[in-house]
DNA sequence: GCGGATCAC
DNA sequence: TATGGTGATCCGC
């Protein structure tokens, strides 16, 4: 039975409520089926009206978009908005590096298969891993539906077999150090991004061992099996971006070797759907979906009203991804990359305040124990809540010293909490930002050229410490034994210094990046580092009703007054110029052949400034590639309510 | 600097 | 009955 046409559930909701996780690896039979069995367990629950809302808000953005975007093509020429386009191609087809081989791994249902490592006598059958909620399944409960995301009950549903196991987050944690060990033989720049995948820049080794990437990858997983008995899938290509979607391909227990080759390339992207690219989730498939987008070869398709909403949709990055043109760099994550450490936890909803401020309190600690063992300190707290009906609000608070002890992260954190009061919530969250690293060889600037920085620093000042401060004094830095590594994967810590080039090669994406790239240019050829990518722009067309605070109702969330589209004049800027514009039809249209005219395109790319947001925006290349993997958080397996059973 | 959103794993 | 935790980034104010 269709869900949709049998109630009045909406596609987009019935799939909002399927999660985030549906399209990965290990198909199910009959989704539509699995649908409804979702979209029925969740009707009515206080999850389901809030994602409920929140689908009802994304279709009234598309709504908006797709009234832009009709005023936005209303008597332009689009055959000569698509020739320029076509020249920013032929820029972006000269950034294309294909002289580095490189390769993602991902482990085939990680969690999972290191549970089978434990207990073998589950192989074969279905079981997922986490506690009410799922962290993995194996591939046998994902035929049933089951995937990451999911509550337990919902899965039991899905899979009445299904074998419900408690997460060992020390097990992945070893497992996942052994096999970036063995990774590492092959290119010591692993990138790892996340728990059970990592980046190789295999050329090298090629090289050196006269070997074929396809011959190369296979002894690498085949050593990681050997070697841990569990199975890793890879992907081989010229870009990060690439090697990511290929990984995918063949899984679980698979390789997949993407063609060297510019059309080659085109062709491979050219079917595949746009939600498989790094960075866009279910709510830019959505938003690409309303104005046509559903693969990268739409994009080409649709290049002429992309260009023309640029601003919503950022042409550049979806060009690239169009192209499969993407970062190439390899390199190791970096401790000082950090940016903010928090911990916060969920729990049946509370409404007394001593019984919230018991578990801030618990959070403070939890926060207190993790900075201190992981050396950081940090000046902005942040107090993260989410009320029972799911609507989650961050308040935040900047001070003048650098904190890490649970007084004052549970001093600080009620502080934010009690203007909220009275209120339910069903989560507390503490997370610190503006990190100083306590573990720093001395100042930046200076490296240290031996050991591993031992902490030194007199300190103990207690108290305050203003922040001016160079010198981290204050926050005892005294953990020594109790170690267990930090939060930084094992391996080098610094390599060297070399020199850092300032000077950006971008052509026009401008931003970060790679301020700090410490091994990429001891290389002969530095890989080309393709400014990247990003979603970036998440389409905010100015309208995101404020809704209301969190001591408001749910329902009464009424957008507020101005603000809100329609009003005639909304302005863009000028893609090739940059400059901004008022949407008045004529007068853009005109703009727009002016520019098209006059040959401003080089000009405007040589310029480009931070003005331009939307094409400027980083690179999100950091989300899937510079992002180092901090170790699993380990945390006592939780108390095992014993069922029933008595 | 703050708060909301989106995303990845 | 019942929908996680950690960290990053971007945008508009
Ligand atoms: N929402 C999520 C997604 C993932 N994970 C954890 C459990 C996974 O085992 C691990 C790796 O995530 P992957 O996306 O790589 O998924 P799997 O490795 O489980 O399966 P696949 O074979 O599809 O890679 O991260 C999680 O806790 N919560
Ligand atoms: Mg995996
Ligand atoms: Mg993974």
Known sequence: MDPVASSQLTESLVKRLAGPSTG????????????????????????????????????????????????????????????????????????????????????????????????????????????????????????????????????????????????????????????????????????????????????????????????????????????????????????MMLAKICSDKNKPNGQYHLAFDSKAIIDFMGDLSIRKVPGIGRVNERLLESVGVKTCGDVYTHRAVLYLMDKQFGLRFLLRTYLGIASNEVKPYER?????????????????????????????????????????????????????????????????????????????????????????????????????????????????????????????KRKASDIDEDEADDASVDQEEHDSDDDVMPGFHEQDEADIDPSQHDVDDDEELQIIQPLANIRKRPPNSVPGTSISHQLTLRSRSKSAGPSRSHGAAIAEPSTTTSTPSETHTCPICNEALTSNNTSLNEHIDYCLSRDAIKQAQGTSTKGNKVLSSGDTTKEYALNGFKRLKLRPDPPVKSKRKG
């Open 24 to 239: 990965k690896a290990g198909l199910a039979k009959d989704q539509t089926e699995i649908n409804r069995i979702i979209a029925e367990a969740s009707k009515g629950s206080k999850f389901y009206e809030n994602e409920k809302k929140k689908d009802k808000d994304l279709t009234e953005r598309i709504a908006r978009i797709l009234k832009l975007r009709g005023e936005a093509i209303e008597g332009v020429d689009l055959t000569k908005i698509e020739h320029h386009v076509d020249k920013i191609i032929i820029d972006l087809e000269n950034e294309r590096d294909l002289s580095q081989v490189i390769v993602h791994f991902d482990m085939d249902a990680f969690f999972a298969n290191v549970e089978l490592l434990h207990n073998p006598t589950l192989k074969g059958k279905p079981f997922s891993v986490g506690g009410g909620v799922i962290s993995t399944a194996s591939y046998e409960a994902r035929k049933y539906g089951v995937r990451s995301g999911m509550p337990s009950f919902i899965a039991k549903k899905l899979c009445p077999e299904l074998i419900l196991l408690r997460s060992h987050f020390e097990w992945y944690n070893e497992e996942s150090n052994k096999v970036f060990t063995i990774l590492r033989r092959y290119d010591p720049r692993l990138s790892a991004a996340g728990c059970d995948e990592g980046y190789l820049n295999i050329t090298p080794y090629l090289q050196k061992h006269n070997l074929t990437p396809g011959e190369c990858v296979e002894e690498i997983r085949r050593t990681v099996h050997a070697e841990t008995n569990l199975t890793v899938s890879a992907g081989i290509a010229p870009n």
């Open 336 to 460: 000082n990359e950090r940016k903010s450490i928090g911990a916060e936890r969920t729990f049946p909803p509370l409404s007394s305040t001593k019984d919230m401020l018991d578990k801030l309190e618990e959070v403070a600690a939890e926060l207190e124990s993790d900075m201190e063992s992981s050396g950081w300190i940090g000046r902005t707290v942040t107090l993260k809540f989410k009320l029972d009906t799911f609507q989650v609000f961050t308040r935040a608070k900047s001070l003048n010293h650098w904190v890490n002890k649970k007084e004052e992260l549970f001093a600080v954190g009620k502080e934010l909490l009690f203007p909220e009061l009275p209120t339910s919530v069903r989560l507390i969250g503490l997370r610190v930002t503006k990190l100083k690293d306590l573990k720093a060889s001395t100042s930046e600037g200076i490296k240290r050229f031996f050991g591993p920085a031992q902490q030194a620093t007199s300190g103990s």
